[in-house]
């Protein structure tokens, strides 16, 4: 009875080994079905990549140096406008 007993708990760990895999198999074609449609689904959708995003926020980051540049030349130019307008009343 020994040796019955120790080939089906053979036949059980052979059994469960199989089963695990065959579960892994799935697994691994769910999560490959399940990227695909996610990819396909982004890709309708017309998403923006990664890489788009990254160069638009350089740009947003270039415009705003160049938009305080412009801000703080305003200002120098307001300035010596304001002391050139009190030096000489007869310019509007």
Same mark, same amino acid.
């Given at each position: 009875?020994?040796?019955?007993?120790?080939?089906?708990?053979?036949?059980?760990?052979?059994?469960?080994?199989? +089963?695990?895999?065959?579960?892994?198999? #799935?697994? /691994? %074609?769910?999560?490959?079905?399940? &990227?695909?449609?996610? =990819?396909? *689904?982004?890709?309708?959708?017309?998403? +923006?990549?990664?890489?788009?995003?990254? #160069?638009? /926020? %350089?740009?947003?980051?270039?415009? &705003?140096?160049?938009? =305080?540049? *412009?801000?703080?030349?305003?200002?120098?130019?307001?300035?010596?406008?304001?002391?050139?307008?009190?030096?000489?009343?007869?310019?509007?």
């Amino acid at each position: 009875m020994t040796q019955s007993s120790n080939r089906i708990f053979d036949e059980l760990a052979r059994f469960a080994t199989d +089963a695990a895999g065959a579960a892994q198999g #799935v697994r /691994r %074609e769910v999560e490959s079905v399940v &990227r695909s449609q996610f =990819e396909r *689904l982004v890709k309708d959708m017309d998403v +923006a990549t990664r890489e788009e995003v990254e #160069v638009l /926020r %350089e740009m947003v980051t270039a415009a &705003r140096e160049e938009n =305080e540049k *412009l801000a703080a030349r305003v200002k120098e130019l307001e300035a010596k406008l304001s002391s050139t307008a009190g030096i000489n009343p007869a310019t509007p």
